[in-house]
Nanobody, 120 residues
Framework: QVQLVESGGGLVQPGGSLRLSCAAS????????MRWYHQAPGKERELVAH???????NYADSVKGRFTISSDNAKKTVYLQMNSLKPEDTAVYYCNGVIKDRSGLIHDYWGQGTQVTVSS
């Protein structure tokens, strides 16, 4: 069993910053990639940022230059530093991991989500 647990969401004013964390635990053999998605009310879940085990990153156009994804492989934790936040960034943010477990199977795992609200 593998678990992903997010933390760090909350209420922030426009222009502010937040840092989300996602810690992976359980029967992990290796982590291939980690991603952050967000889902606003009434909208589909969208990919925000992606990082591979080798450190290659990719971002949605809407967050380029404002968000930074990073990882601490030893801690099996991925971070999303969000700067210059806008009201349209308001959403539930989900962590996703492409992980091989100790039985050798590769699965997509999801965290429970953390709410980010950008409002004055």
């Amino acid at each position: 069993q593998v678990q992903l647990v997010e933390s760090g969401g909350g209420l922030v004013q426009p222009g502010g910053s937040l840092r989300l964390s996602c810690a992976a635990s359980g029967r992990i053999f290796s982590i291939y990639a980690m991603r952050w998605y967000h889902q606003a009310p009434g909208k589909e879940r969208e990919l925000v940022a992606h990082i591979t085990s080798g450190g290659i990153t990719n971002y949605a156009d809407s967050v380029k230059g404002r968000f930074t994804i990073s990882s601490d492989n030893a801690k099996k934790t991925v971070y999303l530093q969000m700067n210059s936040l806008k009201p349209e960034d308001t959403a539930v943010y989900y962590c996703n991991g492409v992980i091989k477990d100790r039985s050798g199977l590769i699965h997509d795992y999801w965290g429970q989500g953390t709410q980010v609200t950008v409002s004055s």
